[in-house]
């Protein structure tokens, strides 16, 4: 099946006389005619349900969309975007190891890397992607045991060079981590590219109606536990009657583990009714990302023509510095763009209250236009000097076009532009 079609049919099959529609199961918990059935689920986590902290059939049948879509063996679902994060390192990190990644990612990721992962004993090691294979290898250490990076950064809006880190770290035995929020599988399939695990902050463009948050783990099966040093995986997990991960789950050891152990313990699962939403928004998912990338063109193309803006960027632009990565990885840039008004911080400011279309907000990748000041909002809690690496200053908007008439969206843009040299 192509992605339109796996978007209403994966993971979700009625039978003879079922429901047309994904149902709803409100259920904490699943019953059965025997102990010894309930034993052999707790023996073996794939044979049944049996607690809806860790698994529940409405929640199931969207992680089954989703990793169908990316390509994968594997999904979990998370109550949110930044639980996906957290989940998808803590399941092969502990104390005293260290991670690598971009600093071109989200504020929110940035925060968790850098702070409360520091607090949990888990080092991150930032590297510039503009560096060379050799100074980036040259970071790692011996307790290294993953390399992360984002598909397309929010806000920076950099395109990453997922098959070049995916290189460096397998290279280097640890698996490569891509945040995809931006692209969706629509736009990029990491996996394709060599990436291992996949991750998504469902409350974007998935849900894509702002009506709940969520995220999601994706496992692409690909990475082999046993050649690097993953003792979490396969040495036997006292917490789980002795299972070693890599042994009796091959390729779904990670996501596995991730389920029967962190989520089990972690307990940050969606409620069916979540998961029931987010298969409404999934299931327009290629037609809303054909019509962002249509519209966020119209507008970049738009701001770069402006005299208001000192500059834009939008990997869709053919004349943005991502624009080639763009073309190797991504099949549309996806709906949000980010411009420097002329005047600073300042004339940013006034750009916002010079807006009425566009709802000034803490959220992105939303069906209706929204804007977003980077420096005085999401990355306030960032030094300049991070800022700077994340590729942000005052002058920054960060711009997420919605599904409006381009017309209305253009008029609106103007008029704040407008306000901003007043
Ligand atoms: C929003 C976002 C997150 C965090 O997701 P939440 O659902 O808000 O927790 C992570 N990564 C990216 C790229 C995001 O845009």
């Given at each position: 099946?192509?992605?339109?079609?796996k978007?209403?049919?994966?993971?979700?099959?009625?039978?003879?006389?079922?429901?047309?529609?994904?149902?709803?199961?409100?259920?904490?918990?699943y019953?059965?005619?025997s102990?010894?059935?309930v034993?052999?689920i707790f023996?073996?986590?794939?044979?049944?349900?049996?607690?809806?902290r860790?698994g529940?059939?409405t929640?199931?049948?969207?992680?089954?969309?989703?990793?169908?879509?990316?390509?994968?063996?594997g999904?979990m679902?998370?109550?949110?975007?930044?639980?996906a994060s957290?989940?998808?390192?803590?399941?092969?990190?502990?104390?005293?190891?260290?991670?690598?990644?971009?600093?071109?990612?989200y504020?929110?990721?940035?925060?968790?890397?850098?702070?409360t992962?520091?607090?949990?004993g888990?080092?991150?090691?930032?590297?510039?992607?503009?560096?060379?294979?050799?100074?980036?290898k040259?970071?790692?250490?011996?307790?290294?045991?993953?390399v992360?990076?984002?598909?397309?950064?929010?806000?920076?809006?950099?395109v990453?060079?997922?098959?070049?880190?995916?290189?460096?770290?397998?290279?280097?035995?640890?698996?490569l981590?891509?945040?995809?929020?931006?692209?969706?599988?629509?736009?990029?399939?990491?996996?394709e590219?060599?990436?291992?695990i996949?991750i998504?902050?469902t409350?974007?463009?998935?849900?894509?109606?702002?009506?709940?948050?969520?995220?999601?783990i994706?496992?692409?099966?690909?990475?082999?536990?046993?050649?690097?040093?993953?003792?979490?995986?396969?040495?036997?997990?006292?917490?789980?009657?002795?299972?070693?991960?890599?042994e009796?789950?091959?390729?779904?050891?990670?996501?596995?583990?991730?389920r029967m152990?962190?989520?089990?313990?972690f307990?940050?699962?969606?409620?069916?009714?979540?998961?029931?939403?987010?298969n409404?928004g999934?299931?327009?998912?290629?037609?809303?990302?054909?019509?962002?990338?249509?519209?966020?063109?119209?507008?970049a193309?738009?701001?770069?023509?402006?005299?208001?803006?000192?500059?834009?960027?939008?990997p869709?632009?053919e004349?943005d510095?991502?624009?080639?990565?763009?073309?190797?990885?991504?099949?549309?840039?996806?709906?949000?763009?980010?411009?420097r008004?002329?005047?600073?911080?300042a004339?940013?400011?006034?750009?916002?209250?010079g807006?009425?279309?566009?709802?000034?907000?803490?959220?992105?990748?939303?069906?209706?236009?929204?804007?977003l000041?980077?420096?005085?909002?999401?990355?306030?809690?960032?030094?300049?000097?991070?800022?700077?690496?994340?590729?942000?200053?005052?002058?920054?908007?960060?711009?997420?076009?919605?599904?409006?008439?381009?017309?209305?969206?253009i008029?609106?843009?103007?008029?704040?532009?407008?306000?901003?040299?007043?």
């Amino acid at each position: 099946m192509k992605d339109e079609t796996k978007c209403l049919h994966s993971g979700y099959k009625p039978g003879n006389g079922e429901p047309r529609v994904l149902p709803i199961v409100q259920s904490t918990t699943y019953v059965y005619d025997s102990a010894a059935e309930v034993a052999a689920i707790f023996d073996d986590p794939t044979k049944g349900l049996c607690y809806s902290r860790f698994g529940n059939p409405t929640v199931m049948a969207v992680e089954n969309k989703i990793c169908d879509l990316e390509g994968g063996v594997g999904a979990m679902c998370t109550t949110s975007g930044q639980a996906a994060s957290l989940l998808s390192v803590l399941n092969i990190c502990k104390a005293g190891d260290s991670i690598v990644s971009t600093a071109e990612i989200y504020g929110g990721t940035i925060n968790l890397f850098a702070f409360t992962l520091k607090k949990l004993g888990i080092e991150c090691i930032f590297v510039d992607k503009n560096s060379t294979d050799e100074e980036i290898k040259a970071q790692f250490k011996p307790n290294t045991k993953l390399v992360f990076g984002e598909t397309i950064a929010n806000p920076a809006l950099t395109v990453f060079d997922i098959e070049r880190f995916a290189n460096i770290a397998h290279s280097m035995n640890v698996p490569l981590i891509i945040d995809n929020t931006f692209a969706t599988p629509i736009l990029c399939k990491p996996f394709e590219f060599g990436a291992d695990i996949v991750i998504h902050s469902t409350t974007k463009y998935m849900d894509g109606h702002a009506v709940q948050g969520g995220g999601v783990i994706v496992d692409s099966g690909n990475f082999d536990w046993t050649k690097g040093n993953f003792p979490e995986l396969t040495t036997p997990d006292e917490s789980y009657h002795g299972t070693i991960y890599t042994e009796s789950y091959g390729k779904m050891a990670y996501i596995i583990k991730a389920r029967m152990q962190l989520m089990r313990d972690f307990g940050c699962y969606p409620a069916a009714n979540s998961a029931f939403l987010l298969n409404l928004g999934l299931e327009t998912l290629p037609v809303r990302m054909r019509q962002y990338c249509d519209n966020a063109m119209a507008v970049a193309t738009y701001l770069e023509n402006s005299p208001y803006v000192d500059s834009v960027a939008y990997p869709g632009l053919e004349s943005d510095e991502n624009h080639e990565l763009a073309k190797k990885y991504l099949k549309g840039s996806s709906g949000v763009i980010s411009f420097r008004i002329k005047g600073g911080r300042a004339a940013a400011a006034k750009f916002m209250d010079g807006l009425s279309l566009a709802s000034n907000e803490v959220h992105v990748a939303d069906i209706r236009t929204c804007v977003l000041h980077p420096a005085s909002e999401t990355h306030r809690q960032l030094t300049d000097e991070q800022l700077a690496a994340a590729g942000i200053d005052g002058a920054m908007v960060r711009f997420s076009v919605g599904l409006e008439n381009i017309e209305d969206i253009i008029a609106d843009l103007e008029a704040g532009l407008i306000a901003s040299q007043k």
